[in-house]
């Protein structure tokens, strides 16, 4: 038996115990995926120990960086891990957040996109956009945290964007990124928008109730915005899944790929 988790805190509320054992399932292997609350970063080599494999959330995806032994792929440009799996003794850390966002754009071809936000959510976003020539703008409270990120613009009011990616977690507390006149005006001249937040519900136990909630599940704050301003949403429900198919690829070696994973969800 081989042991997964995903290690973050808080962790409560996490879905990634259902998606992976879910899968463990489907294709018949011999491994667990739980919930590992960890209040201090210190202890990250004693909580990995007995794990082959494991996913970072929040507020953790940076400081993981120093007790890996290898940094592969588009982590390294952003500066953040949300995987890691154990080759031998070494730990090497990948991030699937980014590719993750991209692919729940679905056929949607973006050439700019608008940033609500500057904070750790907002770099997976930006250096995937940017590896596929997508320019970038951003808008934040703070133009210090803008200049921080390499390529992009600052917001220019009157401009027009194809893409709007609210990174910011203020749909968490019920509000939404800006004031709602400047929103709409926004969204006025926006073909897409984006919401890295994604709606929760307390009746999700099982396989099946998650698959009933991806097809039917309520809008979030932002995306109900960009529903009244008539512009088309996606919620970050997806890209959630999206990004825990591909560490399940990694888990697995390679050995089963984003497609026929996907489709476990996704029929």
């Given at each position: 038996?081989?042991?997964?988790?995903?290690?973050?805190?808080?962790?409560?509320?996490?879905?990634?115990?259902?998606?992976?054992?879910?899968?463990?399932?489907?294709?018949?292997?011999?491994?667990?995926?739980?919930?590992?609350?960890?209040?201090?970063?210190?202890?990250?080599?004693?909580?990995?120990?007995?794990?082959?494999?494991?996913?970072?959330?929040?507020?953790?995806?940076?400081?993981?960086?120093?007790?890996?032994?290898?940094?592969?792929?588009?982590?390294?440009?952003?500066?953040?891990?949300?995987?890691?799996?154990?080759?031998?003794?070494?730990?090497?850390?990948?991030?699937?957040?980014?590719?993750?966002?991209?692919?729940?754009?679905?056929?949607?071809?973006?050439?700019?996109?608008?940033?609500l936000g500057a904070g750790g959510s907002a770099k997976a976003?930006?250096?995937?956009?940017?590896?596929?020539?997508?320019?970038?703008?951003?808008?934040?409270?703070?133009?210090?945290?803008?200049?921080?990120?390499?390529?992009?613009?600052?917001?220019?009011?009157?401009?027009?964007?194809?893409?709007?990616?609210?990174?910011?977690?203020?749909?968490?507390?019920?509000?939404?990124?800006?004031?709602?006149?400047?929103?709409?005006?926004?969204?006025?001249?926006?073909?897409?928008?984006?919401?890295?937040?994604?709606?929760?519900?307390?009746?999700?136990?099982?396989?099946?109730?998650?698959?009933?909630?991806?097809?039917?599940?309520?809008?979030?704050?932002?995306?109900?915005?960009?529903?009244?301003?008539?512009?088309?949403?996606?919620?970050?429900?997806?890209?959630?899944?999206?990004?825990a198919f591909l560490a399940f690829e990694i888990?697995?070696?390679?050995?089963?790929?984003?497609?026929?994973?996907?489709?476990?969800?996704?029929?």
């Amino acid at each position: 038996m081989q042991y997964f988790g995903v290690i973050g805190n808080p962790i409560a509320h996490s879905l990634s115990p259902l998606i992976h054992n879910s899968l463990f399932s489907h294709f018949s292997l011999q491994a667990h995926y739980k919930k590992i609350l960890l209040e201090n970063s210190n202890d990250f080599p004693t909580t990995l120990c007995p794990l082959k494999g494991a996913n970072i959330t929040l507020p953790y995806k940076e400081s993981v960086i120093p007790f890996c032994d290898e940094i592969r792929g588009i982590a390294q440009e952003i500066g953040a891990v949300n995987t890691l799996y154990r080759e031998g003794e070494r730990w090497i850390g990948y991030n699937t957040d980014a590719e993750g966002f991209y692919l729940s754009l679905g056929n949607h071809k973006i050439k700019n996109a608008l940033i609500l936000g500057a904070g750790g959510s907002a770099k997976a976003v930006v250096k995937i956009l940017q590896k596929h020539n997508v320019a970038v703008s951003m808008l934040n409270r703070t133009m210090e945290k803008i200049a921080s990120f390499s390529g992009v613009r600052a917001y220019e009011r009157g401009e027009s964007y194809e893409l709007i990616v609210n990174t910011t977690s203020a749909g968490l507390k019920g509000e939404l990124p800006l004031e709602e006149q400047h929103l709409q005006e926004i969204f006025s001249r926006s073909s897409l928008a984006f919401d890295l937040i994604y709606p929760s519900s307390n009746s999700i136990h099982t396989l099946q109730d998650f698959l009933r909630f991806l097809r039917q599940r309520e809008d979030t704050l932002f995306c109900s915005f960009a529903k009244k301003c008539k512009i088309p949403r996606i919620d970050g429900l997806d890209m959630l899944c999206y990004q825990a198919f591909l560490a399940f690829e990694i888990f697995c070696a390679n050995k089963y790929h984003f497609e026929e994973i996907k489709q476990v969800f996704y029929p």
